[in-house]
């Protein structure tokens, strides 16, 4: 089964910036696409940004701008890069990797974001 494994959360400042990695166990290559979600407490999973298989990423209209989603070959994971943090950016982050029908979700990394 395809595990992922979220790193990189904790607190960060508003303004600041913050690096989210996503290791799967299986090469990153191989999913049709792969991408980063986030949930606040008491609000549903809201896609922040997505990158495919070919490389197209997609952004949330809330991070446009300020986050960028990659690709790391060598360490075989999919990371998302935010800058100019705002509160709302607060939340649990869940890496999602799609294979065909099916998807994996990790365990989710916090982010919060103090004012």
């Known amino acids: 089964q395809a595990q992922l494994v979220e790193s990189g959360g904790g607190l960060a400042q508003t303004g600041g910036s913050l690096r989210l990695s996503c290791a799967a166990s299986r090469s990153i290559f191989s999913y049709k696409a792969m991408g980063w979600y986030r949930q606040a407490p008491g609000k549903e999973r809201d896609l922040v940004a997505t990158?495919?298989?070919?490389?197209?990423?997609n952004y949330a209209d809330s991070v446009k701008g300020r986050a960028t989603i990659s690709k790391d070959r060598g360490k075989n994971t999919v990371d998302l890069q935010m800058t100019s943090l705002k509160p709302e950016d607060t939340g649990t982050y869940y890496c999602?990797?799609?294979?065909?029908?099916?998807?994996?979700w990790g365990q989710g990394t916090q982010v919060t974001v103090s004012s």
């Open positions: 999602y990797g799609a294979l065909g029908a099916s998807g994996s």
């Open positions: 990158i495919t298989a070919g490389g197209a990423t």
